[in-house]
């Protein structure tokens, strides 16, 4: 990219811009990571991807809690971000992130599902005895994680999340946080696909206003499976980059930087999931959305 604005922050997957008057231009790259190690080869249309996909949840959970979203219309950027951010940034106001993932499960799979074997809770909190992987939970549960300038996010109990944020916060931030998530899985449900969890980021502005900030339920952020092929016992098909762990579990690699590289087959495979995963969530084409190719030129 030749974004000639002040750069601020390279995250795993987005870049940070100054753009003036409080304002931060957030861009979603192409960059996809596992394990929390970045990997060697990008996703094609990725980024546009996760900024489509966070523009509609952000419009249908603006009721529940405000956002940070001042626009992603290309017109609105400053002069010098056109036209490599067209379709993959959002000017957005600036806060200070709280230092909290918030994640919402409905379903016990990944390192929930680690635990549970082994200890029967979830992050320190009691389950049902007898679930099996991937399978919904009774109601879902918040379970807050530390965020993690480098390497891995680590697990937190409510105590430690109250000794964090504090009690008012951490309820008011667990209450939305389900809230969001509810209105998620219902949508996405008469989508014939299921949110089985999420994460979610909030920061804080200079007067002391809560924004939902960073991405919405996006596949980077969540795990997203086709209601008419799931079911538990297993590792369902995904329209998120589970597709891209899965296939590094296939490898005897540690988990730690460099990543061995992508094969071509999988790169594709999981672009497409990305494209239909926007596609069946907001029921548009991708090819409306800002700066996409053209159909003959995505492959």
């Known amino acids: 990219m030749t974004i000639q604005l002040p750069h601020l922050y390279r995250g795993k997957v987005r870049d940070l811009y100054d753009a003036g008057a409080d304002r931060i231009l957030m861009v979603a790259s192409d960059r996809v990571s596992v394990f929390d190690v970045v990997l060697p080869d990008a996703i ?4 546009r991807v996760l900024t489509a996909v966070s523009t509609f949840w952000f419009d249908l959970t603006a009721d529940i809690v405000p956002n940070h979203v001042i626009s992603v219309d ?3 950027f400053p002069p010098d971000a056109r036209p490599d951010a067209d379709g993959r940034a959002t000017l957005v ?5 709280m230092r909290m993932e918030c994640i919402a499960r409905g379903y016990l799979f990944g390192g929930a599902w680690a635990e549970y074997q082994t200890e029967g809770t979830v992050q320190g909190r009691p389950m049902p005895i007898g679930l099996l992987e991937a399978e919904q939970l009774p109601e879902p549960r ?5 965020k993690a300038e480098a390497g891995h996010d680590l697990p937190m109990t409510d105590a430690e999340g109250i000794d964090l944020v504090g009690t008012e916060t951490f309820e008011q931030l667990r209450d939305t946080v389900l809230a969001i998530y509810a209105r998620g899985a219902d949508h996405a449900a008469s989508r014939g696909i299921i949110l089985a969890d ?7 502005t200079a007067d002391g206003e809560l ?3 960073d991405e919405v339920m996006t596949p980077d952020s969540s795990r997203y499976w086709p209601a008419d092929t799931y079911a538990p016992g297993g590792s369902p098909a995904s329209f998120d980059k589970q597709y891209v762990r899965d296939y590094y579990l296939t490898l005897d690699w540690d988990h730690t930087a460099p990543a061995p590289p992508l094969p071509e087959s999988v790169i594709a495979g999981t672009r497409a999931r990305y494209v239909e995963a926007y596609e ?3 029921g548009r084409d991708f090819a409306d959305w800002y700066g996409a190719p053209p159909v003959d030129a995505a492959g």
């Not at 106001?93 to 992130?97: A, Y």
């Not at 999420?198 to 920061?203: A, I, L, N, W």
């Open 280 to 282: 069946r969530i907001t």
């Open 93 to 97: 106001r600036r806060t200070e992130p």
């Open 44 to 47: 094609p249309d990725k980024g």
């Open 74 to 76: 290309p017109v609105d």
């Open 142 to 146: 918040f379970t807050p994680t530390t």
């Open 198 to 204: 999420t994460k979610f980021e909030f920061g804080t």
């Open 211 to 213: 924004l939902l900030i």
